[in-house]
């Protein structure tokens, strides 16, 4: 059974690029270390590039490395974990956390407020608020202070910066962030100040001085710049893109197909595609139509391979390796293989035993976000700029 639906960013947790020396999101951390269940689907650890667990599989439920660290699930208790399986007993006790570092900050929830902790898991912002978003570059979270306040923003000294008086919001990137008043959008910059005005029916960060606007009245969209200059006429369908990776590319729906772009709008090679990923280590995951194999491409539109009639993506690729899934008849099998089609490590279950719903539900988790801040967006945590 083929999948149609648009890869485009949310099918893993944190990818990291070849090059990219800065781990302080998660879609840049460089530890080695993958996500995966035993033989029996019960529990999950983490295993190396050769396959072997480096971690033993004893945790019910486990998230990708950041910082140097991976959130996991001891007991009832939310605990973080370093690449050689050390508990960080200086963590605070947390009820929920964010599972992922933002900027060297992590936001944490007790007794329903949350607050943050740096990467010594010091508290920097006191579990205090309504509502915490994550950690800009340029140092600010968004903020809701009580359940009936608006949305603002705060510094990592846990200080209001920007008034609370948005009915939506999104976090910073390229120095400027989305904001709703009413019924419509602007971009403010880092002192509150609008740098687009409130009339466009929809804006979203894209990353790469971008922001992706919709057609008044309509569902098509194109792209301004970072003062509300249109540099791409509302020429894509359906447009809410998830941002661009390190590949600077774009995926876009035009004619009932799906393509990559650059940010001025140029296709970037030939190939219409009615299911596709972004670029992730320098591959994307591709679907020329129902009755065709999933491929792997590099940034020039090259297929690199093809996957069997009854495998699927699970995964972008992460660190080299990518998860995919071989459904038979009475069975399925998760592999991990790099970008030759080697399996590093697969295992099994069968279709009258699935995997317990904690162990399925920490693998979605698994999936990784697209390659830029902007992607840090499309996490169920981030307010809806819609609410």
């Not at 774009?250 to 009932?256: D, K, S, Y």
């Not at 009258?352 to 499309?378: C, F, H, I, N, W």
């Amino acid at each position: 059974m083929k999948k149609t639906l648009l890869f485009a960013a949310v099918i893993c947790l944190a990818a990291a690029f070849t090059g990219c020396k800065d781990t302080k999101i998660p879609t840049n951390d460089t530890t080695k270390l993958w996500v995966a269940p035993n033989a029996d689907w019960t529990q999950v650890g983490y295993i190396d590039a050769k396959g072997n667990f480096a971690i033993p599989a004893t945790y019910q439920a486990a998230y990708d490395f950041c910082c140097g660290y991976a959130c996991v699930a001891v007991g009832n208790r939310v605990q973080f974990i370093d690449k050689n399986n050390k508990l960080q007993t200086s963590a605070p006790a947390m009820d929920d956390c964010d599972v992922n570092f933002y900027h060297n900050c992590l936001g944490y929830k007790i007794s329903n407020l949350w607050g943050m902790v740096d990467t010594h898991f010091k508290t920097v912002i006191q579990p205090a608020n309504y509502y915490l978003g994550y950690m800009s570059k340029d140092g600010l979270a968004l903020v809701q202070r009580t359940s009936s306040s608006k949305l603002g923003y705060m510094d990592r000294s846990g200080k209001v910066a920007i008034a609370e008086m948005y009915d939506g919001a999104s976090m910073f990137i390229d120095g400027v962030a989305v904001v709703r008043m009413g019924n419509y959008y602007g971009a403010i910059d880092k002192k509150g100040q609008f740098v687009i005005n409130p009339t466009y029916d929809y804006l979203k960060s894209v990353g790469g001085g971008r922001i992706a606007f919709n057609e008044k009245g309509s569902d098509k969209g194109g792209l301004l710049d970072l003062k509300g200059n249109v540099v791409v006429a509302a020429m894509y369908d359906d447009f809410d893109p998830v941002g661009f990776t390190t590949s600077n590319l774009m995926v876009a729906e035009r004619n009932n197909s799906f393509s990559f772009y650059d940010k001025n709008g140029n296709l970037a090679f030939p190939g219409n595609y009615i299911s596709c990923s972004s670029f992730y280590d320098g591959v994307a995951w591709v679907l020329i139509s129902e009755d065709s194999n999933w491929q792997l491409i590099d940034t020039k539109g090259k297929v690199l391979f093809s996957l069997d009639s009854n495998q699927e993506p699970y995964t972008i690729f992460h660190n080299g390796l990518a998860q995919i899934v071989t459904v038979g008849s009475n069975s399925a099998t998760l592999e991990f293989i790099d970008k030759s089609k080697n399996v590093v490590y697969s295992c099994s279950v069968s279709a009258s035993d699935l995997a317990p719903a904690r162990v399925k539900g920490q693998l979605d988790k698994t999936r990784l976000y697209a390659g830029t801040e902007a992607a840090m967006m499309v996490n169920p945590k981030e307010v809806n700029m819609d609410r």
